[in-house]
């Protein structure tokens, strides 16, 4: 089977070290499903500081990533014929699992990091897609493109000891999951549900659903499972 490749341009490069550490990624860089290539973006700088950043056209505060760079790094990337190229910003798609899952099945993700105010407009022409991690603004594209790494890695098969465990969690199928308990049958009073203790799988299975989708109603509303057969 193929590796799944990461390519990841950043001006932080050992913010990437971090995903050596990370449970799932750190077994699926092990068995070689799949490969993280950082790129430092520093290197495509100009001149003899290898400057990639500016002041903004027009005034305003902080610096601007230039496009040669970034330009220069993406085109230094080897294309594999099934990639997209990812652009981390605040002002993109917010991120879905059903995202995750859609881009599982290519051979490549190429994820741009901003940093500082963010980049120049004419970056935006190399991204297939533009993505945000939520409505909030972070100092730069590393933690973003960690957690789309961390997140499909994780649907990668061969990656979670059971596969199984991606079948029922929060947001597939639109769902939160429903509650989980493990030993004691007690613990300060509080106790584990009758149901979970019987041995009944129908009844533990349609406890399940019914629990699932009420804390969805309750919690997350908009999560729009109802629509989902319209989509
Ligand atoms: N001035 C920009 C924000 C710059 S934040 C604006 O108002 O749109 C610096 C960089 O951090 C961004 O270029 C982006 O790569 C990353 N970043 C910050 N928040 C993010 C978020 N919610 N999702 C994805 N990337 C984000």
């Keep these: 089977m193929n590796?799944?490749?990461?390519?990841?341009?950043?001006?932080?490069?050992r913010a990437f070290?971090?995903?050596?550490?990370?449970?799932?990624?750190?077994?699926?860089?092990?068995?070689?499903?799949?490969?993280v290539n950082v790129h430092d973006l520093r290197q495509y700088g100009e001149g003899s500081y290898k400057q990639v950043d500016d002041k903004p056209y027009g005034g305003g505060s902080g610096m601007v990533l230039k496009p040669e760079p970034i330009y220069k790094a993406h085109d230094s990337i080897k294309k594999l014929s099934n990639s997209r190229?990812?652009?981390m910003t605040p002002q993109g798609k917010v991120l879905k699992q059903q995202d995750l899952s859609r881009w599982s099945s290519l051979?490549?993700?190429i994820i741009i990091c901003g940093q500082y105010e963010g980049f120049d407009e004419r970056v935006r022409n190399l991204a297939d897609e533009e993505i945000s991690v939520g409505d909030y603004v972070l100092s730069g594209g590393e933690i973003p493109a960690m957690s789309i790494i961390n997140g499909l890695t994780r649907l990668i098969p061969g990656t979670l000891g059971d596969p199984s465990s991606l079948f029922d969690e929060s947001h597939n199928s639109f769902l939160l999951e429903y509650p989980q308990y493990?030993?004691?049958?007690?613990?300060?009073?509080?106790?584990?549900?009758?149901?979970?203790?019987?041995g009944n799988h129908e009844e533990i299975k349609s406890w399940r659903e019914k629990k699932s989708l009420e804390r969805t109603l309750e919690r997350r509303n908009d999560l729009n499972f109802k629509n989902e057969d319209k989509k």
Aim: no cysteine.
């Design 3 to 13: 590796s799944f490749n990461f390519d990841v341009i950043t001006l932080i490069p």
């Design 107 to 109: 051979d490549q993700l």
């Design 182 to 198: 493990t030993r004691p049958k007690i613990f300060k009073g509080m106790e584990v549900p009758n149901v979970l203790t019987s």
């Design 85 to 87: 190229t990812l652009l």
């Design 17 to 35: 070290e971090l995903i050596n550490n990370l449970g799932v990624v750190t077994r699926a860089l092990d068995k070689k499903l799949i490969n």
